[in-house]
T-cell receptor, first 111, second 114 residues
Framework: AQRVTQPEKLLSVFKGAPVELKCNYSYSGSPELFWYVQYSRQRLQLLLR??SRESIKGFTADLNKGETSFHLKKPFAQEEDSAMYYCALKNRGSTLGRLYFGRGTQLTVWP | DVKVTQSSRYLVKRTGEKVFLECVQD?????MFWYRQDPGLGLRLIYF???????EKGDIPEGYSVSREKKERFSLILESASTNQTSMYLC?????????????FGQGTRLTVV
């Protein structure tokens, strides 16, 4: 069965500090991994996905199949990064689009 | 831009009422989803649909039903609302098929059952 684990419910850092939001998954098939973000009073939106291998708003995430992890990292956090972050998994190649979400990590970046 | 619109931002209903939550998307997406979002529990899938009149149960379908009579519209129905259904409800859509990638979300409906 598929499972996405985000071990930290809350994470606080100071502006300019590095930040890492952890995500581990279990899935027997070939997964596609995503990070979604929800800023205050905004809708949930895609931040990045592992297939595109790009950096968005300074964030990167690398899929580590050996450790079954997809941690989100940013070297220098900004106050505007404060938000709820969700890691999500999809069966790669699935046409149904069903996502399995972790429980989320609330990131607060202090000035 | 893909637009997923939920009919209400806030709803207050009484226990036992039948409640309809409506969602419309304007990008001809095949897949549509209903999630509920609760603090500490993340997003949990209630139902999803991959075509008109087709539906699949998600992880927590009990107490809910759905309707998809037209491709652009996906309705969530609470047959008899209960206080434990007080939550934020999110609708989403994705393109479906071989090109399926990200999901696009609505702004959410915060439902309070009293």
């Amino acid at each position: 069965a598929q499972r996405v684990t985000q071990p930290e419910k809350l994470l606080s850092v100071f502006k300019g500090a590095p930040v890492e939001l952890k995500c581990n998954y279990s899935y027997s098939g070939s997964p596609e991994l995503f990070w979604y973000v929800q800023y205050s009073r905004q809708r949930l939106q895609l931040l990045l996905r592992h297939i595109s291998r790009e950096s968005i708003k300074g964030f990167t995430a690398d899929l580590n199949k050996g450790e079954t992890s997809f941690h989100l990292k940013k070297p220098f956090a900004q106050e505007e990064d404060s938000a709820m972050y969700y890691c999500a998994l999809k069966n790669r190649g699935s046409t149904l689009g069903r996502l399995y979400f972790g429980r989320g990590t609330q990131l607060t970046v202090w000035p | 831009d893909v637009k997923v619109t939920q009919s209400s931002r806030y709803l207050v209903k009484r226990t036992g009422e039948k409640v309809f939550l409506e969602c419309v998307q304007d990008m001809d997406h095949e897949n549509m989803f209903w999630y509920r979002q609760d603090p500490g529990l993340g997003l949990r899938l209630i139902y999803f649909s991959y075509d008109v009149k087709m539906k699949e149960k998600g992880d927590i379908p009990e107490g809910y039903s759905v309707s998809r009579e037209k491709k652009e519209r996906f309705s969530l129905i609470l047959e008899s609302a209960s206080t434990n259904q007080t939550s934020m409800y999110l609708c989403a859509s994705s393109i479906g098929g071989a090109r399926d990638t990200e999901a696009f979300f609505g702004q959410g409906t915060r439902l309070t059952v009293v």
